[in-house]
């Protein structure tokens, strides 16, 4: 299959998608709790919409999995070799408090792998994209694409990417064998796209996330030049067990120290 047909108009669903998201939030919305007591719009659920049917329409052959769809059980998904894999509002908590950090997020998965990923910010309108075969890039407002990369050697001091909602102890614990950093909080999948375009060095994940929420900017790091590693040093993998749930990873940026030492030493 050939990937690089999917850029254009993948990207331009990301986009729709985001102007969906972002005429709701220039109104006073309702905010509904999820099962496992998450945050949910209508912006999500408008989001959602328009990317399924659009990524239906482009690739009616592939299966599409969205956070706001029904997980299908893991006998069937276990069998797709392909499929899209979806976040269409992520960091709905930002979207509920204002803040501008959340992104509309599609991949393409596969054998397990993220080969293909677009990640979008509705407030800023940029676009980022990673592309097997071809590379990343940033459209910044409607400007034409620049190739994007890793930064080759990590700050003094090292700049780090955290969440706004998650940290602990595990993350503390690797803080302080960082030595000198500075902390850069940040919601949604924005902090992959901070070490992809070299603004960042590393973002130690400690914390819960789900696999639509990292897969399309996991494609985006990994073609900048980056990794996304679990932390026995493997990549981060997906569709191979029953539930969707990722384990603690790293994002990493320039290989210019043990940044998986520095974790293990503080577990």
């Given at each position: ?14 986009i ?7 005429e ?5 919305f ?31 052959n ?7 769809s029904?997980l ?28 501008g ?26 676009t ?12 910044d ?17 090292v ?7 998650h ?10 064998n ?11 999948s ?6 992809a ?8 994940r ?19 030049g980056?990794?996304v ?27 210019d ?11």
């Amino acid at each position: 299959m050939e990937l690089q047909q999917f850029i254009e108009p993948v990207v331009e669903l990301a986009i729709e998608a985001g102007d969906a998201i972002l005429e709701v939030y220039a109104t006073d919305f309702d905010v509904q709790e999820k099962d496992d007591s998450s945050p949910l719009t209508q912006a999500d659920m408008a989001s959602n919409r328009r990317i399924e049917q659009g990524l239906r329409a482009l690739t009616p052959n592939i299966p599409v999995l969205s956070e706001e769809s029904a997980l299908p059980a893991f006998a069937e998904r276990s069998q797709w070799e392909t499929y899209w894999l979806v976040d269409p509002l992520d960091g709905t908590k930002e979207f509920v408090n204002r803040n501008g950090e959340f992104t509309v997020n599609i991949a393409l998965i596969e054998k397990n792998r993220p080969v293909f990923g677009v990640v979008h910010i509705p407030v800023h309108n940029k676009t980022y994209f990673g592309c097997a075969g071809y590379g990343a890039e940033l459209r910044d407002a409607g400007a034409e694409s620049r190739k994007i990369s890793v930064a080759e050697k990590s700050a003094e001091p090292v700049r780090v990417v955290g969440s706004r909602s998650h940290g602990g102890s595990s993350m503390d614990g690797f803080l302080e064998n960082l030595g000198e950093y500075e902390m850069h909080p940040m919601g949604s999948s924005l902090k992959f796209c901070l070490v992809a375009e070299g603004a960042a060095d590393i973002y130690p994940r400690l914390g819960p996330t789900s696999e639509w929420d990292t897969a399309a900017a996991q494609a985006v790091v990994e073609q900048a030049g980056g990794s996304v590693v679990t932390l026995d040093g493997k990549p981060l993998s997906y569709n191979c067990k029953s539930d969707i749930l990722n384990p603690h990873f790293l994002v990493v940026g320039p290989e210019d120290r043990d940044w998986l030492g520095m974790v293990q030493k503080s577990a």
